[in-house]
């Protein structure tokens, strides 16, 4: 199976499938080592979000057929994440490069407008941006 920046073409394509509710989990599954379903359902418990056990089992298992998370035990059934943060958005910056022609413009104008930044994200930034205008 071909790969690319250690992703199956699988994965590369499943990535830009993500459902919302799968895009949830995975950031669970990043911030975890591993969870079962039953620590999964009790992340959304006390997010505020009550969902049943069989719904977080669907989406689970989506992401293992996805091949974007893998099952490691049994009894009870742990998954983790079978691949990185840095690979999906790198796959979401190769996606927004085919359509923009490489222009960042409108991606960081739209991100600006869409979301707050927290302190540190505005440091990280403006540290970013000085160490390209001294050409690193």
């Given at each position: 199976?071909h790969?690319?920046?250690?992703?199956?073409?699988?994965?590369?394509?499943?990535?830009?499938?993500?459902?919302p509710?799968?895009?949830?989990?995975?950031?669970?599954?990043?911030?975890?080592?591993?969870?079962?379903?039953?620590?999964?359902?009790?992340w959304?418990?006390?997010?505020?979000?009550?969902?049943?056990?069989?719904?977080?089992?669907?989406?689970?298992?989506?992401?293992?057929?996805?091949?974007?998370?893998?099952?490691?035990?049994?009894?009870?059934?742990?998954?983790?994440?079978?691949?990185?943060?840095?690979?999906?958005?790198?796959?979401?910056?190769?996606?927004?490069?085919?359509?923009?022609?490489?222009?960042?413009?409108?991606?960081?104008?739209?991100?600006?407008?869409?979301?707050?930044?927290?302190?540190?994200?505005?440091?990280?930034?403006?540290?970013?941006?000085?160490?390209?205008?001294?050409?690193?």
């Open positions: 199976m790969q690319e920046n250690g992703m199956s073409k699988k994965s590369q394509e499943s990535v830009l499938k993500l459902a509710g799968e895009l949830e989990i995975l950031e669970l599954l990043w911030s975890q080592k591993s969870v079962n379903l039953g620590q999964t359902v009790q959304f418990h006390e997010r505020g979000r009550s969902l049943a056990h069989t719904t977080v089992h669907t989406r689970l298992n989506r992401l293992v057929n996805k091949g974007i998370a893998r099952r490691v035990s049994e009894n009870p059934a742990t998954y983790e994440a079978a691949i990185s943060k840095e690979q999906v958005s790198g796959r979401y910056f190769q996606l927004f490069e085919m359509f923009s022609e490489q222009n960042l413009v409108p991606l960081m104008s739209h991100l600006a407008q869409k979301r707050d930044f927290t302190k540190e994200e505005i440091a990280f930034l403006e540290q970013l941006v000085k160490q390209k205008k001294r050409g690193k």
